[in-house]
């Protein structure tokens, strides 16, 4: 990054609903799901727990099921966290939708088209270069080239031109980055 003085501007990449699961339905051809109204299902078999949410297809509104826990015992999952299950906590239920693990053994993955918006001041005018903080809040994966240039309404070519940053920007991050607009 250069040595010139420089202004500092920062952004905010925050989800604005919970991203879309891409999920084959068993009855229909439909791929896409949602949580729907976000619950989960707690079921007690003796000393053991299962523990799933539940989603919904867009295409036929079958519902589904995410495994969470699978036959764990009572006593190894926290109080708090088993009285979040069964109050169907919001913020349960997206920690769990956004966690890779319960996406790997599930076998989805999101679809983050629509769900994530961008809260950047206007840049000001002016001969010195922009440095610009970007923070995500929540782990939404965007190419940084794509987010500068909405952001500035410029190309993605142009944004090469004018942005030197600390890292790649053609490679989806979901991490904090900074970049110098030249």
Known sequence: MSSHPHTVLSWAVRRTRLPLLVLPCADCARERA???RGRFRVNANGKLLQVWLLVGCTGCDRTGRLTVHERVPVRSLPADL???????????????????????RNR???D?????ELDAPPV???????????????????????LIARALGISRAETAR?????LPLERRRARDFSFLLL
């Open 162 to 166: 004018r942005v030197e940053a600390d």
């Open 124 to 146: 000001p005018q002016g001969p010195r270069p922009v440095r610009v903080d970007v923070a995500f809040e929540d782990p939404v994966p965007v190419r940084p080239e794509r």
């Open 112 to 116: 983050w088209e629509g769900c994530w």
């Open 34 to 36: 949602t949580t729907g």
């Open 108 to 110: 989805f993955s999101l």
């Open 82 to 104: 088993l009285a979040g299950y069964t109050a169907n906590a919001p913020s349960l239920v997206a920690s769990v939708l956004l966690d890779p693990a319960t996406a790997r």
